[in-house]
């Protein structure tokens, strides 16, 4: 066991990495963590609050990355996820690495079997990925390169699917064209329309199929006996999600 969440309320959730008698400072009280920790048990601070031990999802830990950029959220990476189809054993390239957020949701996906290729131009950003990624864990399953692919191409192997999350990921489809299988998904995302239509139009003319954009929206529900609504605040527009499939040239 290496991170736990711990849960004492909405307003009081900490996800934190496990170590016998270490102690958290909350505005609950302080927690001690025992020697021995099981999911689901209650512990107790000193001022007599309860807080329970939790599994931490993979989205409580991409969420909870240090950032130094905007991440791509949950609800945009789990249908990115589903629509390239990606799984236990895939390989698959991302490009924009940021802070790392989705390239631990890739890192999961793809399992042992797997490699996710990662590519960051930026050197501030790049180290700061290279620690989120080791600090979920799951850096045996990525490929670091810290280098701008438009310039120098990405020299990988073939890969299943293409996630892009850069200013101008136009400039990208020709090398990406050159390493994603056949038949195989690219994803981008952006956040204005413009950038969308300048994608659409590189994508159809280097020779992507089936192209598709899509926003993905999320809102809560409020529940509660004889008054459930929707939340007031919601994650709304974060950014366009563009899809396209890759033919062979004849």
Known sequence: ????????????????????????????????????IEFGKRLETHLGKSFYVLFPTT?????????????????DAGYMIV?????????????????????????TI????????????????????????KDAGLDHRVEFHHRDPVVEGFN????????????EPWTLVEPVYKVLKPGHVWVSLSPT???VQKTHEALKDVGFIRLKC?????REMLVRPGKTRPRERM???????????NIKKE
């Open 214 to 218: 899509v926003e993905i929206l999320e």
């Open 156 to 167: 990988i192997e073939p890969v299943d699917a293409a996630f892009i999350d850069v200013p």
């Open 83 to 107: 629509e390239t189809g990606i799984g236990a054993g895939s390989k698959v390239l991302e490009t924009g690495t940021g802070s790392g957020a989705l390239t631990i949701i890739l890192a």
């Open 110 to 133: 793809v399992g042992d079997e797997g490699k996710v290729y990662t590519f960051e131009r930026r050197e501030e950003f790049f180290n700061n990925a290279i620690k989120n990624v």
């Open 193 to 195: 329309i413009e950038q």
């Open 59 to 75: 989205r409580e830990i991409s969420m909870r990355v240090k950032r130094t950029t905007t991440i791509i959220y949950p609800k």
């Open 235 to 245: 994650v709304s527009h974060t950014g366009y999600l563009t899809f396209a499939w």
């Open 1 to 36: 066991m290496d991170k736990i969440l711990l849960y004492g309320g909405k307003k009081a959730e900490y996800l934190v990495k496990f170590e016998p008698g270490r102690k958290i400072q909350t505005h609950l009280g302080v927690l001690t963590l025992p020697e021995k």
